[in-house]
């Protein structure tokens, strides 16, 4: 048997134990090392992410710029998002923008809290008295549609497609009892009054009372401080028609009705107080459009088979002025004086006093008057022409001036009709003496008027007449923007004094809701994101600070001149979100001025989380001024530079369109284009 003799070295297992624990020692270095390296690689693929996003936008942003401002209803284009580890989705309620616009010099509308979905608004405007502020649903984004309530008195409506600065693509599709027409441009529809009316499309609409009456019908674009157009675009029934057009100048007019077409010059006649009138009377044997094209502003008043009676609308685009176009059509005119004083109202060769708080009633034309003639007053009044006295017409606020309010001069001899809205905020008056009368058909999203009656430097808070969606999910938002229970954007008008009118159209805002498209990623900070915002690509990578990588697009220049169009993007309901190979639909549907005109002050506001970073990118020329160098902040002292001013806020950011006290030649735009997305291969 050997005999083995085992020795300990303790120096080889001392070297042992010391070289395993180096190792792992090395291995804790190097785990620590590589764990400190997690957040500059996850970093370096969140840069990746982002500039990746950032191109593939830059190209969406420029296919949304080209049909948005060149493209025509129907019009489509398609582009491909191909996320990189990351989500794309739509962000409904976080995005959109204002414009303000206001009409007379030495003026300002600001707006706050228009897009925030519950039923308060905040607006300013320190130069001078508010009377009033109307709102009007836009029905912007698929699937609102617009909504018509015909009155249940009326026998039936006729409708056409409203002519706007482009026509939709194929037919309108107009719904009524679950029965779908195809409705083309220059085609008329003729409808029960009994039951709701939807279209794809807006309409110009009237409704008819037994066999005849009078309307005044708007033209298709306005001007915001007259009220007065030059394109009318209207459906007239069957039977005996006198038009007439009212004017303050000389007037080259061309018509048309069932395709002939003509053209006629009238000339103003010479002296005071004498306008312009063009009559015309036509007789048809079915239901026809007749469209009229004038050279200058007028307004426009129908009559079918020689009764009714309207309302004229006043210089200052108010049924309450103290300035008027009577027509030069025999009837009589009704004078309605609201105010505790007499009135005292002048025409050529002529004039009365009204007493306070009463109406009266003459013939018209006066003897001597061989034209339409103007109509002036000391005071604030109401005027309706009418023939027989008979007809039905909307009886004004005479605490807004337009056909909503809460405070009404009444003539104990009509017949009143009085309906209030679901929330107490407004009223209106129908007035029906007979059996006949015509009336524009408007649909429930229309001219909405609240009094102020303040005189504010700050801030006013006022109702949003519609009902409030504040805390709740985003599809039943979606489901009360289509169903008109809370407005899809807004038209925001300003009503109040204005030299020797206290009832003037001093501003007009728009409040846009857009929806955002957003790629949605994580590096070692969650919650990052490339977007899609009302014309801008933003991002607030990498540090959560929201930076503008592409701005919004408007135009400007030469000279004092701002001309914008808004892309108003929104989902369809067969949109899909996620982070696949996504195929981008883009279809145009709806191209429209909303105003060409002189302002003389133009403001913008952002909504979101970017609205400070878009003033500050808006405004990089400001670093060139020397006025804002010496002078910073003082906008009265900035001389040598045009352009975008950010305005110190606590709320929405918003900016200011400076050109040194120069009148705007001011033009702005909505393009509403429906995106559908849909993941390649599914």
């Not at 809460?406 to 929330?423: C, G, L, R, Y």
């Not at 501003?507 to 919650?527: C, K, N, P, Q, V």
């Not at 001389?639 to 009148?663: K, L």
Request: charged share 20%.
């Amino acid at each position: 048997m050997m005999r083995t003799n085992f020795h300990r070295d303790e120096e080889a297992v001392s070297a042992a134990v010391a070289t395993v624990l180096l190792f792992g020692g090395v291995i804790s270095i190097i785990g620590l090392m590589l764990l400190s390296l997690v957040p500059i690689i996850q970093e370096l693929e969140g840069s990746l992410k982002r500039s990746d996003m950032q191109a593939q936008m830059e190209i969406m942003g420029h296919e949304v710029t080209l049909l948005s401002e060149s493209g025509l209803p129907g019009d489509t284009s398609e582009v491909e998002l191909i996320p990189v580890d990351g989500t794309l989705r739509w962000d409904r309620t976080r995005g959109g923008m204002w414009y303000s616009a206001s009409w007379h010099e030495d003026s300002t509308f600001r707006i706050r809290g228009a897009l925030d979905l519950d039923r308060t608004v905040e607006i300013r405007h320190p130069e001078s008295h508010i009377e009033a502020v109307c709102f009007e649903d836009m029905r912007l984004g698929p699937d609102r549609h617009f909504m018509f309530t015909p009155n249940s008195d009326a026998d039936y409506v006729l409708i056409s497609p409203k002519h706007g600065l482009s026509i939709p693509l194929g037919p309108v599709m107009v719904e009524q009892s679950g029965v779908e027409y195809p409705v083309s441009i220059g085609e008329v529809l003729r409808l029960d009054a009994n039951e709701k009316i939807s279209s794809s499309h807006d309409l110009i609409g009237i409704e008819i009372f037994g066999e005849g009456g009078t309307v005044i019908v708007p033209p298709v674009k306005s001007n915001p401080v007259t009220g007065m157009g030059q394109n009318w675009a209207v459906p007239i029934p069957e039977g005996n028609i006198t038009v007439e057009l009212m004017s303050k100048d000389d007037m080259l007019v061309q018509y048309s009705i069932n395709g002939n077409l003509n053209s006629e010059v009238v000339l103003q006649p010479s002296g005071v107080r004498y306008a312009n009138s063009w009559s015309k009377d036509f007789t048809t044997t079915s239901d026809s459009l007749l469209e009229i094209v004038t050279d200058v502003d007028a307004q426009l008043m129908i009559i079918h088979e020689n009764t009714g009676q309207a309302m004229i609308l006043g210089q200052e685009n108010n049924y309450i002025s103290k300035h008027f176009v009577a027509p030069h059509t025999d009837g009589n005119i009704t004078i309605f004086n609201p105010n505790e004083d007499s009135a005292t109202l002048n025409w050529r060769n002529g004039g009365f006093s009204i007493p306070g708080n009463q109406t009266m009633t003459i013939d018209w034309p006066p003897v001597g008057i061989e034209n339409s003639t103007t109509l002036e007053s000391n005071q604030d009044i109401m005027v309706k022409w009418s023939k027989n006295n008979q007809g039905t017409f909307i009886l004004p606020a005479i605490d807004t001036g337009q056909l909503t309010g809460m405070e009404f001069i009444e003539n104990q001899t009509d017949q009143m009709v009085n309906t209030t809205s679901k929330n107490g905020d407004y009223m209106q008056k129908f007035v029906k003496n007979g059996d006949n009368g015509m009336l524009m058909l408007e649909d429930d999203g229309a001219m909405r008027c609240l009094s102020i009656d303040k005189t504010a430097s700050g801030w006013i808070t006022t109702n949003l007449p519609w009902d409030t969606m504040n805390g709740i999910p985003e599809g039943q938002i979606v489901k009360a923007w289509q169903e008109g229970n809370h407005p899809a954007s807004i038209e925001i008008t300003l009503i109040g004094e204005n030299e020797d009118s206290n009832f003037a159209v001093l501003s007009t805002a728009w409040a846009f809701h857009i929806s955002r498209l957003t790629y949605e990623f994580d590096t070692s900070i969650t919650g990052l994101e490339v977007a899609w915002s009302s014309g801008a690509i933003v991002t607030n990578h990498p540090e959560l600070n929201p930076a503008i990588l592409v701005g919004p697009t408007d135009r400007q220049g030469p000279g004092p001149r701002f001309s914008v169009t808004v892309p108003s993007l929104h989902p369809t309901a067969t949109s899909v979100e996620g982070s696949g190979y996504m195929n981008l639909n883009l279809e145009l549907t709806m191209r429209e001025s909303l105003a060409s005109c002189t302002a003389h002050d133009v403001r913008r506001g952002w909504v979101g989380p970017y609205g400070d970073a878009i003033a500050t990118w808006s405004s990089e020329g400001l670093e060139s001024s020397n006025d804002w160098i010496v002078n910073p902040s003082k906008l009265d002292q900035l001389n040598d530079y045009t352009g975008w001013v950010p305005i110190p806020t606590h709320g929405p950011s918003e900016s200011v369109w400076h050109t040194a006290g120069e009148p705007i030649q001011f033009n702005l735009q909505i393009s509403s284009i429906d995106v559908d997305i849909a993941e390649v291969g599914s």
